[in-house]
């Protein structure tokens, strides 16, 4: 029985782990916009680093000031894809967001009990400065309401799991035996500031 | 026994049959800045062993310096890198690296006990003599950004793997132990000191 079910175990691991691509075509469908909207910011670097970075930093808050940002951040989004489209494409620029992945991170390796009202400030201002920049590849053909939504529902996913798996890690602070994760914490916002400066240094590079 | 053996070899083949290309050299935007990042501190010598001595040794000094010297380490080294990027000189980068290859190697080595300014300005200087040569090293062809994070997250891992080196102190025979890992880093560090200077004569 349990050589059976260890063979069972062998071979679903070697097709899963051998599967193609499904191609299913559901680009070729009316909600490939959608996806592309969604998929955008998350094969960017600068929108992975900084989304993380405040989704991180809003988890470490606690979930009374976080949860703020699960409506905040996504609606910033949309408002910035608006600008950027009105505006026609209007970016704020790489030295923008090397700055502000160098907030973020300090701010979480000082660990800056910041109040609710700068945070959501902090998440408009970032999901303006993104949502304009993802504007940059929105074609003529896109739909631009299904490419919102998506860039929205990707905002919306990204920050609340990164909060979530946050507050999880971090659990309670009373607990002295686990309070190495706070300190992980900070040292992984360190590695956010750091790459920030480094972002910094290759845009004004010669 | 034999149906066993067949059925194994069995699903070794469909294994086999079934696997797709590795791509396993795909070197080119994220991907490869990344790639290049993350085994740039692993694939120089020196860096690692200094790296991972700076970790040994906060762990051997204890608190303050087990947890603030994670957090600051790589933004100091950082803020060398960009320096780097910028071709900001500094004055003989290799000689520095591989003498703080030697400098903690020996402060492992013989339990060096300091206040924890003072190990701080030791490391923050090393760390930015470190970042700099990460930096000048850059890959023209990678993605600079994936590369940045990259070598920021294996100097941290680096560090941190040092910090698990160094919790061994808590026991007699460990700390022995890492205090011979400190003379062999120490030793490294003479090597590469020797290389660095012969090179700059």
Known sequence: MRHTLGRACVGAAALIGSAPAADAHIVASRLGDFYAGALHPLTDLQDLILWIALGVLAGSLGAPKGRWLVLVFPLGLLAGLVLGLTSGGVSAGPVADAGMVVVLGLLLAANVRIPTAPLCATALGLALMRGAANSGDVGSETNRLLFAAGLASAGYAAITLAMAVTLAFRATDADPSIAWRGIAIRAFGSWIAAIGLMMGGFVLAP | ?201
């Not at chain 2, 050299?25 to 001595?53: C, F, K, N, R, Y």
Request: proline letters at 6%; a positive charge.
């Open chain 2, 1 to 201: 026994m034999l149906s066993r053996r067949l059925s194994l070899l069995n699903t070794l083949v469909a294994v086999l049959v079934l696997t797709q290309p590795a791509l396993a050299h795909e070197q080119a935007g994220v991907a490869g800045g990344l790639s290049s990042g993350l085994l740039h501190p692993l694939t120089g010598i020196d860096h690692l062993i200094a790296m991972v001595a700076v970790g040994i040794w906060g762990a051997q000094l204890g608190a303050p310096a087990i947890w603030v010297l994670p957090i600051t380490f790589p933004l100091v080294m950082a803020f060398g890198g960009v320096l780097g990027v910028l071709r900001v000189p500094l004055p003989m980068p290799e000689v520095a690296v591989a003498l703080s290859a030697l400098v903690l190697g020996a402060a492992v080595a013989i339990r060096l006990r300091v206040p924890f300014a003072a190990a701080a300005v030791v490391a923050g200087l090393f760390a930015i003599f470190h970042g700099h040569a990460h930096g000048t090293e850059l890959p023209s062809a990678a993605n600079p950004l994936a590369y940045g994070a990259g070598f920021v997250v294996a100097t941290g891992l680096l560090h941190l793997r040092g910090i698990a080196i160094g919790t061994l102190s808590r026991w007699p025979a460990g700390a022995r132990l890492i205090q011979g890992f400190g003379v062999a880093i120490a030793a490294l560090g003479c090597y590469f000191l020797a290389l660095s200077l012969e090179g700059a004569a």
